[in-house]
């Protein structure tokens, strides 16, 4: 089941979304995200809570920054330690990912009762918390 809802949702797909012109990577859409709901955080934070090793997050950092929707800025107190945040671009693709996520997830709830719905929601909820007391999941930090 699991594998089927991951193609469903396009997972295995190089690119998640298009937004700004841009094909943007699942990964790199976590990344966005990450940014835009922290207060500048820091690299290392941002890895952590997406659980991406630093050397392959390095890299998908430096995309988005050539891309321009990411900005690296060292820390003043520490200059060894980057702080990241969205561009003006940055911002829009983030907002029109989350407007197609939003969209798509309509769309598919829309072929539900409201209590089915709800019925979904707790479920992945309840699956969520499982996995997060689970020793063998991988479980994000932060």
């Not at 193609?7 to 976590?30: E, P």
């Not at 029109?96 to 089915?116: G, P, T």
Request: aromatic share 6%; glycine share 4%.
């Amino acid at each position: 089941m699991f594998q089927i809802m991951t193609r469903r949702f396009g997972l295995l797909d190089k690119n998640c979304c298009t937004a700004g012109g841009l094909d943007i990577s699942l990964v790199q859409s976590h990344i966005i995200y990450e940014i835009d709901r922290k207060h500048n955080p820091s690299i290392q934070q941002v890895a952590d809570a997406l659980s991406i090793d630093i050397t392959t997050f390095s890299r998908q950092v430096q995309s988005l920054v050539k891309l321009g929707l990411v900005q690296k800025t060292p820390l003043p107190e520490d200059r060894r330690i980057y702080i990241l945040s969205l561009t003006t671009q940055g911002k829009f693709v983030a907002t029109v990912i989350d407007e197609q996520m939003n969209n798509y997830l309509k769309e598919v709830f829309s072929h539900m009762s409201e209590f089915e719905r709800d019925m979904v929601i707790n479920a992945v909820k309840l699956l969520n918390e499982s996995m997060a007391k689970s020793s063998v999941c991988c479980t994000p930090l932060g």
